[in-house]
Structure formats: structure tokens, C-alpha cells
């Protein structure tokens, strides 16, 4: 069972995600949102669904759909970025809200072969840096299903 308070709850980005991303968007069932940290092309996927911790409370078609979107978001972003490795992960150690972790990674980069969580601080985009990377990402971004109208 997924919304726990009612039918009347509604999808709601949580403030950690909302402070520590750039929105790039929405597809078919996810908020798209870059992690403000230019280390890694890093990406993050959340459902749009309220009260979900974990993939298995999400139905059947959702989950189906997310696999779908973050399968062709991570074939994208390896395209785009010739990466030697894509991490994809769903944690929630420290924002309870499910959301998906696509992270390129590069043998020889900072943290390989290690997880990149508290390996570096932050380092924040730039407004220059964050307008080229999605002027960047927008052709693998245009390939994610559309939100139904």
C-alpha cells in the first residue's frame, strides 16, 4: 500500500531533493532533477507518486514505467557522456522519498573505483557551468516519455 494518508495526498518533492537539485523537467511518471554537483553527470529520478519509500510500493506499471525511463535515461547519459561505468541506485538513507541515482562514472575519476557519497564535497554548478550541461542534456532528456496530458 502506497498513500497512507488518504486519497487526498498528493505528490510532494521533498525539501532535501528540491535544495540539493535543478529540476530538468518531468517524463511520464518522474520529476527529472540534476544533483548540483558537477563532479558526475548525476541525474535523479523521482516518481510522482505520494507516500513512496521503496520501488516494490510502486504498482506493477509503475514500476514497469520507472525501469523503462531510467533505462533509456542511463543509456543516454552514457552515450552523452562516453562513461566506463553507470551507477544507478535507490538508498534513501537520508531522504526517505524514493528516488533514483544515475551517475556516470570514469575509471580514474576522484572516487573510482569506490561509491562517489562523501568522497568530495559539492562542488555547485556554476550558472554557466549548469546552462551548458542541460543545453547538453536536452537530446537525452527529449528521448524520456512525455507526462500524459
Not at 533505462?71 to 562513461?83: A, N, P, T, V
Not at 559539492?122 to 547538453?136: G, I, M, Q
Request: aromatic share 6%; hydrophobic share 40%.
Amino acid at each position: 500500500m502506497v498513500d497512507r494518508k488518504g486519497p487526498e495526498q498528493s505528490f510532494v518533492l521533498h525539501e532535501r531533493l528540491e535544495a540539493d537539485t535543478v529540476s530538468l523537467g518531468q517524463s511520464r511518471l518522474c520529476e527529472v532533477r540534476l544533483m548540483n554537483d558537477s563532479s558526475w553527470p548525476w541525474i535523479l529520478l523521482v516518481p510522482r507518486v505520494a507516500g513512496v519509500r521503496e520501488i516494490y510500493q510502486l504498482t506493477q506499471a509503475q514500476q514497469q514505467q520507472l525501469l523503462a525511463e531510467s533505462s533509456q535515461l542511463g543509456e543516454g547519459m552514457m552515450d552523452l557522456f562516453s562513461g566506463d561505468k553507470l551507477n544507478v541506485a535507490a538508498l534513501g538513507n537520508m531522504v526517505p522519498q524514493l528516488h533514483l541515482h544515475h551517475i556516470v562514472r570514469f575509471e580514474g575519476d576522484p572516487a573510482w573505483p569506490g561509491p562517489v557519497w562523501g568522497k568530495l564535497p559539492p562542488r555547485r554548478y556554476t550558472e554557466p557551468a549548469l546552462r551548458e550541461t542541460v543545453s547538453k542534456l536536452e537530446a537525452v532528456l527529449k528521448t524520456l516519455p512525455r507526462p500524459a496530458s
